[in-house]
């Protein structure tokens, strides 16, 4: 094996195909497939659309990951799959193509987790991350905030969701403003003509758990101020709605993010996710770090989302230091803890 790693990384937990190619930290390639438009008509992603639609990318998206990096799977040094948490039958296809390629040429296989995938990613933009950090996670499935002292290995669990991740709030708020699916594209673009302070949207706490986080009464608090126009038959002005809601969420995400890191004496902030592509979260973000001293470490958007790369940037790190293999055996667990 070359000093520096060649791993391959499969991600399928939700609606994105993701196969990375990375060596050592330097991305070779980045291929996806989403099924995004197939789940556009349900207003959500549909479990069983998203299975199917991994069945079909998975081969073609190998080839594009291959094809890009210059490479074939005999100049693979080992392979990386998220084993969880996500969805349980996508997550399913994802593994058990993992283990095919593996075993096919003989190359050691890596059960990886999703959320520590999110937080390595950033390493192949800005280098290797500091220890400890605290990372802010925010995507459809999840918003949570995390001690890092290793990424590929201890990462502690400080808050999470406790009901709608703020990706989820994001899609039910643009069906309520009748915007398409995924919600958080389309309110970003309609804030941007919006007062973020014309509606005093409520910012939820969670009771004993300062760096949780619920989206839920935020949700329903924009749906019953929409509905009260609509009764009244006066226009619902969208642009205001979606930049108040939208200062909401980042106020909440950000505030409890930069409170981490105080409280634990880390002076980085990293980051990712769906929703870390959302250019109120990441001003926000930056304007806070910066008047705490802190240094704010956000990979690009199009590493934010679910993707390959992010998968193979955490095997690489297993591998360098000489990490065991996952026993074949292993299973996809959508529920899969931090440890």
Same mark, same amino acid.
């Given at each position: 094996?070359?000093?520096?790693?060649?791993?391959?990384?499969?991600?399928?937990?939700?609606?994105?195909?993701?196969?990375?190619?990375?060596?050592?930290?330097?991305?070779?390639?980045?291929?996806?497939?989403?099924?995004?438009?197939?789940?556009?008509?349900?207003?959500?992603?549909?479990?069983?659309?998203?299975?199917?639609?991994?069945?079909?990318?998975?081969?073609?998206?190998?080839?594009?990951?291959?094809?890009?990096?210059?490479?074939?799977?005999?100049?693979?040094?080992?392979?990386?799959?998220?084993?969880?948490?996500?969805?349980?039958?996508?997550?399913?296809?994802?593994?058990?193509?993992?283990?095919?390629?593996?075993?096919?040429?003989?190359?050691?296989?890596?059960?990886?987790?999703?959320?520590?995938?999110?937080?390595?990613?950033?390493?192949?933009?800005?280098?290797?991350?500091?220890?400890?950090?605290?990372?802010?996670?925010?995507?459809?499935?999840?918003?949570?905030?995390?001690? =890092?002292?290793? %990424?590929? #290995?201890?990462?502690?669990?400080? +808050?999470?969701?406790? $009901?709608? *991740? !703020?990706? &989820?709030?994001?899609?039910? =708020?643009?069906? %309520?403003? #009748?915007?398409?699916?995924?919600? +958080?594209?389309?309110? $970003?673009? *309609? !804030?941007? &003509?919006?007062?973020?302070?014309?509606?005093?949207?409520?910012?939820?706490?969670?009771?004993?758990?300062?760096?949780?986080?619920?989206?839920?009464?935020?949700?329903?608090?924009?749906?019953?101020?929409?509905?009260?126009?609509?009764?009244?038959?006066?226009?619902?002005?969208?642009?205001?709605?979606?930049?108040?809601?939208?200062?909401?969420?980042?106020?909440?995400?950000?505030?409890?993010?930069?409170?981490?890191?105080?409280?634990?004496?880390?002076?980085?902030?990293?980051?990712?996710?769906?929703?870390?592509?959302?250019?109120?979260?990441?001003?926000?973000?930056?304007?806070?770090?910066?008047?705490?001293?802190?240094?704010?470490?956000?990979?690009?958007?199009?590493?934010?989302?679910?993707?390959?790369?992010?998968?193979?940037?955490?095997?690489?790190?297993?591998?360098?230091?000489?990490?065991?293999?996952?026993?074949?055996?292993?299973?996809?667990?959508?529920?899969?803890?931090?440890?």
């Amino acid at each position: 094996m070359t000093a520096l790693p060649t791993v391959l990384g499969i991600e399928t937990s939700c609606d994105e195909t993701g196969v990375g190619i990375v060596r050592g930290s330097e991305l070779l390639a980045d291929a996806l497939a989403s099924s995004v438009d197939e789940h556009a008509r349900f207003g959500g992603v549909v479990p069983e659309v998203a299975s199917r639609a991994h069945l079909e990318a998975m081969v073609p998206t190998m080839h594009r990951a291959l094809d890009a990096a210059g490479l074939t799977l005999d100049d693979i040094d080992a392979i990386a799959v998220t084993a969880g948490p996500g969805l349980a039958g996508a997550l399913l296809v994802g593994v058990a193509a993992a283990k095919a390629y593996a075993v096919s040429v003989g190359k050691p296989l890596y059960g990886v987790n999703h959320l520590s995938a999110h937080v390595a990613v950033d390493r192949l933009v800005h280098g290797d991350l500091p220890q400890p950090c605290v990372a802010l996670l925010v995507s459809g499935g999840h918003s949570s905030l995390l001690l =890092v002292q290793d %990424v590929a #290995g201890e990462l502690t669990s400080l +808050g999470a969701t406790v $009901d709608d *991740a !703020a990706g &989820e709030a994001f899609d039910k =708020v643009a069906r %309520v403003l #009748g915007l398409p699916f995924p919600g +958080g594209p389309y309110i $970003d673009k *309609a !804030a941007a &003509e919006g007062d973020p302070s014309a509606i005093d949207f409520p910012r939820g706490v969670v009771r004993d758990a300062p760096y949780s986080f619920t989206f839920s009464g935020l949700k329903t608090a924009v749906a019953r101020w929409v509905e009260a126009r609509e009764r009244a038959g006066e226009p619902v002005p969208i642009a205001d709605v979606a930049a108040s809601f939208q200062e909401a969420v980042a106020d909440v995400l950000t505030a409890r993010a930069v409170a981490a890191c105080r409280e634990h004496g880390v002076g980085t902030l990293v980051v990712g996710g769906g929703v870390a592509a959302n250019s109120r979260l990441r001003a926000l973000a930056e304007q806070r770090c910066d008047a705490a001293g802190l240094t704010l470490r956000t990979p690009p958007p199009k590493l934010c989302t679910d993707n390959g790369a992010m998968v193979a940037a955490l095997g690489s790190l297993l591998v360098e230091r000489g990490a065991e293999p996952s026993a074949l055996d292993f299973a996809a667990d959508s529920s899969m803890a931090l440890t």
